[in-house]
T-cell receptor, first 111, second 117 residues
């Protein structure tokens, strides 16, 4: 089992729709969770982080964390073509003491 | 967040040679990291660059192949030694920001795209 798992996609949504990106992790002791956006040919850009169970909203982005289910998600409301990118889930491994990345989900927002 | 720069942004090298990548941060940071991202793949941590002591390497990465320096709290270098085409990748410097030495948000530099012929 991979430490951080994401569906590789692509996830295709129409412009204006809600895009839902999911991530599961194996280290039950993990406390810190991050979402990065990576455009093709660019470096990852931190867009959200969440430490507590529940929802955290920032503009069009909402991160959701359920530690009991070891599940993190990112919702993007009113998706725009400019949101088309690969979204990387990252988890700080309390046992490995490092940031562990999932393989990323490619999002395509159709105009 | 910190402003991170890397040099060179890209390079094409011959096999058997070495390349040193520089990472400069505009603020003092405790934790600096080096990652590799091979084509179409996610990020793999190479090592944590520790100021004033040897770097901490991840499984599969060794100091002879990837020597790292961290002379101060704003600068680090990664050398890719005795390169082969399998070393063709994007190399990314990252810093942890926020004061805590552990699970802080990490920010990435623009990356160095390396091609080995």
């Amino acid at each position: 089992q991979k430490e951080v798992e994401q569906n590789s996609g692509p996830l295709s949504v129409p412009e204006g729709a809600i895009a839902s990106l999911n991530c599961t992790y194996s280290d039950r002791g993990s406390q810190s969770f991050f979402w990065y956006r990576q455009y093709s040919g660019k470096s990852p850009e931190l867009i959200m982080f969440i430490y507590s169970n529940g929802d955290k909203e920032d503009g069009r982005f909402t991160a959701q964390l359920n530690k009991a289910s070891q599940y993190v998600s990112l919702l993007i409301r009113d998706s725009q073509p400019s949101d088309s990118a690969t979204y990387l889930c990252a988890v700080w491994g309390d046992s490995s003491y490092k940031l562990i990345f999932g393989s990323g989900t490619r999002l395509l927002v159709r105009p | 967040s910190a402003v991170i720069s890397q040099k060179p942004s890209r390079d094409i090298c011959q096999r058997g040679t070495s390349l040193t990548i520089q990472c400069q941060v505009d603020s003092q940071v405790t934790m600096m990291f080096w990652y590799r991202q091979q084509p179409g793949q996610s990020l793999t941590l190479i090592a944590t660059a520790n100021q004033g002591s040897e770097a901490t390497y991840e499984s599969g990465f060794v100091i002879d192949k990837f020597p790292i320096s961290r002379p101060n709290l704003t600068f680090s270098t990664l050398t890719v030694s005795n390169m082969s085409p399998e070393d063709s990748s994007i190399y990314l410097c990252s810093v942890a920001w926020g004061g805590r030495a552990t699970a802080d948000e990490q920010f990435f530099g623009p990356g160095t795209r390396l091609t080995v012929l």
